[in-house]
């Protein structure tokens, strides 16, 4: 492990830690570097999921990954739900914590999706005083991911990577950078992934996530079920260039295989570790071609106008 952002570690090629894959890891202790784990999978259990969790623990370096913390909402912040974060992350030892740059809820009601913010100067001021609060909180550095996203808002004032850029520069988190993410958002919104990916502030990214996704016809769905497509590893490729190298998961959630097709899922990362790469102007074409040739070229998708509220 190598010195890295924030005073985090390289951690090399990690999974999520997922239970169809409990037996299996206790059983043969695998080699993987580390396994990133969903907060809120462990912060209110006990039994057998904190036993394997324990286990793995004393053998893998770990980290907390998060899909509640709602930093974009409105409401006020769960101090409840944070104290078990922070309590979790005490009892594994979590190289770090993360979550979403987005919004789960409001009036104390959880949507179980992560919704798309809009990006403004009201929004970015809301969101840095959010996470300063949740930092001082944690006493460690918050580490945001980009989501996915499906519709976007008139009231947008920036792109989204300006605005995590924004964020990181004035509260001092960490970044995640789902690759597959920066992905199924430009095909979405019709923008370029390789123009996202180097404009973000490549020293502030702790983690880079990857996952399949799902064509819907004009669309992709982020669905974490299927083998992560090859312009996605491109992307990953200039990604890794860009940061020099990053702790680095593989996300399968749905139609979960047995564990070793996992692993070796991500392992084929080395493969785009190579350092060099064409000039992105003259390899987009090769880097992004259609997945599917009889699909429809996507139109620009759904807008949201904020509606105004006294």
Not at 173 to 183: H, K
């Amino acid at each position: 492990m190598t010195p890295s952002r924030l005073g985090y570690s390289n951690l090399g090629l990690g999974i999520g830690l997922r239970s169809p894959h409990f037996s299996h890891i206790l059983e043969h202790w695998p080699a993987v570097d580390w396994f990133e784990v969903i907060s809120e999978n462990f912060i209110d259990s006990g039994g057998r999921p904190r036993y394997v969790l324990q286990q793995i623990t004393e053998r893998y370096p770990v980290v907390m990954h998060g899909v509640s913390l709602s930093i974009g909402s409105t409401d006020p912040l769960n101090f409840e739900y944070l104290a078990k974060l922070k309590r979790l992350a005490g009892e594994v030892n979590a190289r770090w914590i993360s979550d979403h740059l987005c919004w789960t809820g409001v009036l104390g009601m959880n949507t179980h999706d992560l919704l798309p913010m809009p990006f403004n100067e009201e929004s970015l001021r809301h969101v840095v005083d959010r996470v300063r609060t949740v930092q001082d909180y944690l006493e460690r550095p918050l580490v945001l991911e980009n989501p996915s996203s499906y519709v976007t808002f008139t009231a947008s004032s920036m792109p989204e990577w300006e605005f995590l850029s924004r964020v990181s520069d004035q509260t001092n988190c960490g970044l995640l950078l789902d690759v597959n993410n920066v992905y199924v958002s430009s095909v979405n919104h019709d923008f370029d992934p390789i123009e996202y990916i180097q404009n973000l502030p490549h020293q502030r990214i702790v983690q880079m996530h990857l996952a399949g996704h799902t064509r819907c016809r004009t669309h992709l769905i982020d669905t974490h079920d299927n083998h992560v497509t090859d312009p996605v590893w491109e992307l990953y490729r200039l990604a890794h260039q860009k940061t020099g190298g990053v702790a680095s998961l593989l996300e399968w959630d749905a139609k979960i295989p047995p564990f070793p097709v996992v692993h070796a899922e991500v392992l084929k990362a080395r493969q785009y570790m190579a350092t060099h790469l064409a000039h992105p102007s003259d390899a987009a074409a090769e880097l992004f071609p259609l997945e599917d040739p009889q699909s429809t070229t996507p139109p620009h998708p759904t807008t949201l106008v904020l509606a105004e509220v006294e």
